[in-house]
């Protein structure tokens, strides 16, 4: 198991190699071994930041979130720990008038690696995002719902005018008890008791424009082509293979020793080479015309050549004149 020295090493030369990494500062807590603050999220807009920690002794290394959230919600922060993967944990609790909450999660020394340690930072600043989201309802003071259940249609202010309006048409200024007093800016006004006629303004009913009907467009006219014929191209005739005998290559033959020098070639109508000279026995080779060869040694009719690249074999010297 590496020491909490090569430990906080590693994870140094981890966050360094990260873009989205940041160490921010070493910290002091007692009975840990190394702890230091780490920013995840540099390259976005919302980072985080994270304490990553040893405890004395532990196998594991711990990354921690302490946050406070306004308000009641140990219900909400709870909910959404659960809905968190198995690796997260928290403590929520109530505290005054807000909600504590510390989040964290654990990578064992047997399996800690720069994959493994991003990872969880990764879930755990994912889940912290989470939790900073989570915010109280807004609750409706008694003077908002007293306005909300008032109607909005405009008459609470005229029926106050109004009946201060007919108030004053009691000091004997109105034509009669059942008349309308009239307001030089607000025209007549009913007398007590009565109800005010609402004043509908008209609507405007816009006129639709017509859409033009586009006019049909001249239909193509079509003169049919006659079909032309197709006129068959002979095929020209492909001229007769002929096969070409094969000729037999010699089989390369250990050289004899000294320097090679050809002495005769093979005559134009080629020469036949046995393996040994021996006419009853098969023929190896049919040596092609104009052949260099070199006469290394003659039996009888028989003389043994030898080509360029060491093969040999036997032929009938006669043909080339080197027996009688």
Known sequence: MPSSDEVKQSI??????????EITSDRFEPGTDFAFGLKSGTLSSSSVDLVVLQDAGADRVTIRRSLSLSGD???AANELIASRPGSVTAAVERSGGDTSVVAQTYVYLDGLSKHTFVQAVAELARTSTLLDAISPEVAATD??????????????TDSVSDTAAAAAADDGSAAGAGSFGTDVTRGPTPAMGQSIPQVVAPQVVPTPTPIPTPAPLPQPSFTPQPAQPVVAQPVAAQPAYTPQPYQAQPVPQPAPAGQWAPSHSVPPQGLRAWGAPDPAGPVVANLAPGLPIQVAEVRGAWARVICSNGWTGWIDGRIIGVAA
């Open 12 to 21: 140094t030369n981890w966050c360094s190699s990260d873009d989205d990494l």
């Open 73 to 75: 919600n140990v219900s």
């Open 143 to 156: 003077d908002d719902t007293v306005l909300a259940d008032m109607p909005d249609d405009g008459t609470t």
